[in-house]
């Protein structure tokens, strides 16, 4: 691994049944990346485009819309993200059926 680049090293998905209602979200996940850091509370999304990624939000923010408190700047590293946690939400999904 380049140490300057960031890699999602572990992946967990946690997700919900389906007769529980909760809108669009369909697991909760927590990513490391580089081993080093862990990040909480992504949500893998049922969008009109199909399932993206969200990311957590400021509970304290009082705007109108949401404010996310943890995000990748780059295409690149949200591409990665994406992928490698919905991926595992396949899988976590395939093993429940």
Do not use: C, W
């Not at 927590?30 to 009109?48: F, P, S």
């Not at 995000?71 to 059926?97: C, G, M, N, W």
């Amino acid at each position: 691994m380049d140490q300057h680049k960031i890699e999602v090293t572990k992946v967990d998905v946690y997700p919900f049944k389906e007769v529980a209602y909760i809108g669009h979200v369909k697991a909760i996940a927590n990513i490391v990346l580089n081993d080093q850091i862990q990040v909480r509370g992504l949500r893998v999304m049922d969008g009109k485009n199909g399932l993206f990624v969200g990311y957590p939000v400021d509970p304290f923010y009082k705007g109108e819309d949401f404010r996310n408190i943890v995000f990748p700047i780059t295409a690149e590293l949200r591409q990665h993200i994406e992928k490698s946690v919905l991926e595992k939400y396949d899988e976590a999904t395939k093993e429940t059926k």
